[in-house]
């Protein structure tokens, strides 16, 4: 089995537990909803208002949920004692990060959607600028992700690591998540596409450097 | 058990030799000529810029620490890592300060939300993590791993804070020296000043860390003696 074909299976069995169990996804859609809510009541009626905000709400809300989910990436493997079992796959530990970033990644993009779909029903996004939107949700959440993994990973045997990811997460975070609001302001307010671009380009940066990186850091930092 | 070191020629003399750099400095830049559109005011640069300089390297020397703690597992590397980030962080905090004074009667605020400024404060969040980081973990093991991984993550901000000015346009002025085209954007006659300045930072980075680092040695020395005391 090659390395690329692990990273998939890892993933794809992670996806599979996941959906088949549901409490991670449910928890986070929930939540994000709830949230919706809360901000829509709170910062409404006016339209324009309710525009100008969805960028943060967006952002803020994916962010919070992303920290939820972060601790599925390796949740399961401890509770069902089979961090063991893949650490005694011969060869490097890379891929098992890589497996697990494309298991958050994909996490992240189901409940983003379900996000963008609500926020742009309940806070008027232009119809316009949902691809744009899209791009930057994707590109985000390759950077959110990629910390995430990492931190999940490192933390992943400590008692009490559910209070301790957000609080080493988000400070490595905050850069992604502010370009993030920053390409979808620009795109809500509909500047020219070049305005939008740079903001793009620092996110690829920061994906680029965190992706490589993590995976560089991760066998170093994993317990075992 | 490790016999505790008293503090060495080396401290004891940069520290020194710092704070006469840093005295030779201020005359320097106080006798500076006068600038052609600010007058006295852009005094502060002798101030702001070398902090700032020393306080971004020292990120960078951090991350050096922080790679050769994660490839030995050595106490020591976390210990000098951290006195790096934490006195960068001294520093980083004067370049906010004087940046802060300064735009008040330059630009008429204290604090906008310009690039500049605000990757900058993005910068100074995420090394302020690094130590409410380590101190929620108590696993010195961990502790040591997980603020190596934000030390190495987080000057991944650096270059990003240092070339905002150029990439997105700004109302901070553009880099004292830009390494993209090797030119000077200062003039030659206040330039002595700007650098004896740089050089009583370094110096006095140095010192710092190196006090810092043995009392972070004293520190785990006790600890390890009786552990019930830290």
């Given at each position: 089995m090659t390395l690329l074909t692990r990273i998939f299976w890892l993933a794809l069995r992670d996806l599979t537990l996941e959906l088949r169990g549901r409490t991670g996804l449910l928890a986070a859609v929930f939540f994000l909803f709830t949230m919706l809510l809360i901000l829509g009541l709170a910062l409404g009626p006016n339209q324009d208002d309710l525009r100008k905000a969805a960028p943060g709400v967006l952002w803020v809300a994916l962010a919070f949920?992303?920290?939820?989910?972060?601790?599925?990436?390796?949740?399961?493997e401890v509770e069902d004692n089979t961090l063991d079992d893949l650490l005694l796959v011969p060869g490097s530990?890379?891929?098992?990060?890589?497996g697990k970033l494309l298991f958050q990644l994909l996490l992240l993009l189901i409940v983003g959607g379900a996000l963008l779909f609500l926020t742009a029903g309940l806070f008027y996004l232009p119809l316009s600028a949902l691809p744009g939107i899209l791009v930057t949700l994707v590109l985000g959440s390759i950077g959110y992700a990629s910390v995430?993994?990492?931190?999940?990973?490192?933390?992943?045997?400590?008692?009490?690591?559910?209070?301790?990811l957000p609080l080493v997460l988000f400070p490595v975070v905050v850069p992604v998540v502010l370009a993030s609001v920053k390409a979808t302001a620009s795109l809500v307010e509909g500047l020219p596409l070049g305005e939008v671009f740079?903001?793009?380009?620092?996110?690829?940066?920061?994906?680029?450097?965190y992706v490589t990186l993590c995976g560089l850091l991760f066998p170093y930092v994993l317990e075992g | 058990m490790s016999q505790t070191k008293?503090?060495?020629?080396?401290?004891?003399?940069?520290?020194?030799?710092?704070?006469?750099a840093l005295g030779v400095g201020a005359f320097l830049a106080f006798?500076?000529?006068?600038?052609?559109?600010?007058?006295?005011?852009?005094?502060?640069?002798?101030l702001h810029v070398p902090s700032a300089w020393v306080g971004l390297v020292?990120?960078?020397?951090a991350v050096a620490y922080s790679v050769l703690y994660l490839a030995t597992s050595k106490p020591h590397y976390d210990r000098v890592a951290t006195a790096v980030i934490e006195v960068a962080l001294l520093f980083l905090s004067l370049t906010l300060l004087s940046g802060m004074l300064w735009g008040r009667p330059t630009w008429g605020v204290y604090w906008t939300w310009e690039p500049r400024l605000t990757t900058f404060a993005i910068l100074l969040v995420v090394y302020i993590g690094y130590f409410v980081v380590r101190s929620a973990i108590e696993d010195p093991e961990l502790r040591a791993k997980a603020s190596a991984a934000i030390s190495i993550l987080g000057a991944v901000n650096v270059p990003i804070t240092y070339m905002s000015v150029k990439w997105w346009r700004s109302i901070h002025q553009t880099q004292t020296f830009d390494p993209t085209t090797g030119r000077s954007n200062f003039d030659p006659a206040m330039l002595p000043a700007l650098l004896v300045n740089i050089l009583a930072f370094s110096i006095l980075f140095v010192a710092f860390v190196r006090v810092?680092?043995?009392l972070a040695e004293r520190e785990a020395v006790r600890q390890e003696m009786s552990p019930q005391a830290g």
């Amino acid at each position: 089995m090659t390395l690329l074909t692990r990273i998939f299976w890892l993933a794809l069995r992670d996806l599979t537990l996941e959906l088949r169990g549901r409490t991670g996804l449910l928890a986070a859609v929930f939540f994000l909803f709830t949230m919706l809510l809360i901000l829509g009541l709170a910062l409404g009626p006016n339209q324009d208002d309710l525009r100008k905000a969805a960028p943060g709400v967006l952002w803020v809300a994916l962010a919070f949920a992303g920290s939820l989910l972060a601790g599925r990436a390796f949740g399961l493997e401890v509770e069902d004692n089979t961090l063991d079992d893949l650490l005694l796959v011969p060869g490097s530990r890379e891929w098992l990060y890589y497996g697990k970033l494309l298991f958050q990644l994909l996490l992240l993009l189901i409940v983003g959607g379900a996000l963008l779909f609500l926020t742009a029903g309940l806070f008027y996004l232009p119809l316009s600028a949902l691809p744009g939107i899209l791009v930057t949700l994707v590109l985000g959440s390759i950077g959110y992700a990629s910390v995430s993994t990492f931190y999940a990973g490192m933390l992943a045997r400590l008692r009490g690591r559910e209070a301790l990811l957000p609080l080493v997460l988000f400070p490595v975070v905050v850069p992604v998540v502010l370009a993030s609001v920053k390409a979808t302001a620009s795109l809500v307010e509909g500047l020219p596409l070049g305005e939008v671009f740079n903001w793009w380009q620092l996110l690829l940066v920061f994906d680029v450097i965190y992706v490589t990186l993590c995976g560089l850091l991760f066998p170093y930092v994993l317990e075992g | 058990m490790s016999q505790t070191k008293p503090m060495n020629a080396l401290t004891l003399g940069s520290l020194i030799l710092g704070l006469l750099a840093l005295g030779v400095g201020a005359f320097l830049a106080f006798t500076a000529p006068p600038d052609a559109n600010q007058g006295h005011v852009y005094r502060i640069i002798f101030l702001h810029v070398p902090s700032a300089w020393v306080g971004l390297v020292a990120l960078f020397i951090a991350v050096a620490y922080s790679v050769l703690y994660l490839a030995t597992s050595k106490p020591h590397y976390d210990r000098v890592a951290t006195a790096v980030i934490e006195v960068a962080l001294l520093f980083l905090s004067l370049t906010l300060l004087s940046g802060m004074l300064w735009g008040r009667p330059t630009w008429g605020v204290y604090w906008t939300w310009e690039p500049r400024l605000t990757t900058f404060a993005i910068l100074l969040v995420v090394y302020i993590g690094y130590f409410v980081v380590r101190s929620a973990i108590e696993d010195p093991e961990l502790r040591a791993k997980a603020s190596a991984a934000i030390s190495i993550l987080g000057a991944v901000n650096v270059p990003i804070t240092y070339m905002s000015v150029k990439w997105w346009r700004s109302i901070h002025q553009t880099q004292t020296f830009d390494p993209t085209t090797g030119r000077s954007n200062f003039d030659p006659a206040m330039l002595p000043a700007l650098l004896v300045n740089i050089l009583a930072f370094s110096i006095l980075f140095v010192a710092f860390v190196r006090v810092r680092s043995l009392l972070a040695e004293r520190e785990a020395v006790r600890q390890e003696m009786s552990p019930q005391a830290g």
